[in-house]
């Protein structure tokens, strides 16, 4: 079955740590998107990646970072400067043509 | 900088009215708008995507209309039923300065259906 996979679906973070959410795709997609929801309020963009080895800062990329090694896989870490990091993380994908984004189950992230 | 705002934020409805979930946005010059809907705990699923050039877009029971002038669309859900019940999400595309296409979403309309 084609489609986007996050793990794991629950994450808890003590004070000080980093800690990684995986999203991996087998859509071919080559754009890739990290969003974050919090209760009551659109998504926001995290960071987002066109092309391997290439990513762009969203409208709240503070406290986050990413890489982008592989077409398939787009992990996020979210780092001890991230203050206020509870929330339910969603990963997304697209072509480059073809707008529509495709969403995994997501990652909620709970601190300790 | 564009904004995405629905209107209600919460609905109640009983099995079998029609009902209709309102998005507006501030910026008309958007490349397509998206209706999505997410169940409590998951992702989303896009139900309905509206390119700009186009009026309205049609999926079973659900009909998405799109006023680019006004910066404005509509989800209209025929005979609704318990299973509607979810979040549903409007979002609308446009260039970034980046140059690609980023997605601005509203905060959501909870719906319950009650049997």
């Known amino acids: 079955d084609g489609g986007i996979t996050q793990s794991p679906k629950y994450l808890f973070r003590k004070e000080g740590q980093n800690v990684t959410l995986s999203c991996e795709q087998n859509?071919?997609?080559?754009?890739m998107y990290w969003y974050r929801q919090d209760p009551g309020q659109g998504l926001r963009l995290i960071y987002y990646?066109?092309?391997?080895?290439?990513?762009q800062k969203g409208d709240i990329a503070e406290g986050y970072s990413v890489s982008r090694e592989k077409k398939e896989s787009f992990p996020l870490t979210v780092t001890s400067a991230q203050k206020n990091p509870t929330a339910f993380y969603l990963c997304a994908s697209s072509t480059i043509l073809e707008e529509t984004q495709y969403f995994g189950p997501g990652t909620r992230l709970l601190v300790l | 900088k564009q904004e995405v705002t629905q209107i209600p934020a919460a609905l109640s409805v009983p099995e079998g009215e029609n009902l209709v979930l309102n998005c507006s946005f501030t910026?008309?010059?958007?490349?397509?708008l998206q209706w999505f809907r997410q169940d409590p705990g998951k992702g989303l699923t896009s139900l309905l995507l509206i390119q700009s050039s186009q009026r309205e877009q049609t999926s079973g029971r659900l009909n998405a209309s799109l006023d680019k002038s006004s910066g404005r669309s509509t989800l209209y859900i025929a005979a609704s039923q318990p299973g509607d019940s979810a979040t549903y999400l409007c979002?609308?595309?446009?260039?970034?300065?980046?140059?690609?296409?980023?997605?601005?979403f509203g905060k959501g309309t909870k719906l319950s259906v009650i049997p």
């Open positions: 979002a609308v595309s446009d260039l970034s300065g980046a140059g690609s296409y980023q997605l601005t």
């Open positions: 990646s066109q092309i391997v080895n290439d990513f």
């Open positions: 910026d008309s010059a958007i490349y397509n």
């Open positions: 859509l071919n997609h080559d754009a």
